[in-house]
């Protein structure tokens, strides 16, 4: 069997990280919203929420390491990277269009493409177009200003949500991207990409003291910020009723997505595990369709269709929580499938 140097921690992230897209977008997400007493399961419910969340950053993440270490010209990113990512954005238009046809849709692909589409295609598109000078910041930064930037980040991040439900003037925050916007995924392809790349920068150097002293760090700032975003959440939930819970849960969601990807990086690594060859194959085909599986599930209503669906399964009428697992579970597997049997066509793959 011919060795590789794939890191399979990478396909393990990417797979999570879809997963927590799916299950953002199913009842489990909204629960902390329905719930009217602070008790175990409302704490449970809404630390999920919380985590849910960190589903598109850890896949920003995924890129920063893997591409913020690269030297390739503009023109090289724009054919390569760029020019993709616009044909799939164009694809995706159409598609919405199609779908809604039925319901009197005015078909204007150029109102879809520049601002119908999912947020996360746009933050990407401008991530890449970014490319070269976040590879300026990220290659030229020393290990302490790796730590320096790790730690401003985590502050603002999260300051910025006490700053929010206070009802203090934030603009002084919201001007400084690389580490915080007010609206918290207005970042997130700033930070997220640069925070990855850094984490795993310190991991592949090896150097155990400061991996453990990386590990210690984030998970203390996953703490505070999940007590932070139960707080305020909570707060903003039954004083205020409610008028920034979105901005409350996105903002404690820095320290998490950190350690998870950290822990991964560190723990599924190639000299910690050894992957079956079969099993290897599998990890890499789930991976390489997570595009493809995120498209479909934010761009077409088939989730919604199943969904309504399974609601109408009688023994699972009081079991909202089964419910949505079976709908992941269900909606993984057949758009893996789909995916990986497009991947199939040629040029197919190279777009997803």
């Known amino acids: ?48 929420s919380i985590l849910y969340k960190c589903g598109p950053p850890l896949f920003l993440m995924i890129s920063g390491a893997l591409l913020l270490g690269k030297t390739e010209s503009f ?24 779908i809604h046809l039925h319901n009197r849709f005015e078909f204007r692909v150029e109102l879809i493409f520049f601002g119908g589409l999912n947020w996360y295609l746009y933050a990407y598109l401008a991530f890449l177009c970014m490319l070269p000078f976040l590879r300026l910041i990220a290659q030229h930064a020393d290990g ?36 915080n916007t ?14 990855g790349y850094f984490i795993a920068e310190v991991i592949k ?5 400061k991996v453990r002293k990386l590990t210690l760090w984030t998970t203390v700032v996953a703490v505070l910020n ?23 849960r996105q903002h404690a969601g820095f320290g998490p997505t950190c350690l998870i990807f950290l822990l991964i990086l560190r723990f599924t690594d190639n000299s910690r595990i050894e992957v079956h060859p079969k099993r290897a194959w599998v990890l890499r085909e789930l991976s390489g369709a997570t595009l493809g599986v995120f498209l479909i599930e934010t761009h077409t209503n088939f989730s919604g269709l199943l ?6 399964w009688s023994f699972l009428a009081d079991l909202p929580y089964t419910r949505a697992i079976l709908a992941v579970a269900i ?16 040029g197919v793959k190279k777009l997803l």
């Not at 897209?21 to 919203?33: D, I, N, T």
């Not at 023109?75 to 199609?98: N, Y």
């Not at 007010?182 to 925070?195: D, G, K, T």
Request: glycine share 2%; net charge neutral; with cysteine.
């Open 1 to 48: 069997m011919k060795q590789t140097s794939r890191n399979y921690a990478y396909d393990v992230l990417r797979v999570l990280a879809i997963l927590l897209v799916l299950f953002c977008h199913k009842y489990s997400y909204s629960a902390p919203e329905l719930l009217d007493t602070i008790d175990l399961p409302y704490i449970l419910a809404l630390c999920l």
């Open 75 to 98: 023109k090289t990113i724009f054919f390569h990277r760029i020019l993709r990512f616009l044909i799939l954005m164009v694809l995706c238009t159409l598609v919405v269009c199609l």
């Open 182 to 195: 007010v609206y918290a995924s207005n970042c997130w392809h700033l930070i997220f990409p640069l925070a």
């Open 144 to 179: 302490s200003q790796r730590v320096l930037y790790l730690i401003l980040a985590a502050v603002f991040y999260s300051v910025s949500g006490i700053f929010l439900y206070a009802g203090l003037d934030a603009r002084l925050l919201d001007n400084m991207p690389l580490f």
């Open 226 to 248: 999940l007590v932070q975003g139960e707080v305020l959440f909570s707060l903003d939930r039954f004083v205020k009723e409610g008028v920034n819970l979105e901005m409350m």
């Open 205 to 209: 150097e090896g150097d155990a003291a």
């Open 307 to 312: 969904s309504l669906q399974i609601v109408k």
């Open 331 to 346: 909606e993984f597997v057949v758009y893996s499938l789909t995916v990986m049997l497009l991947r199939r066509i040629p």
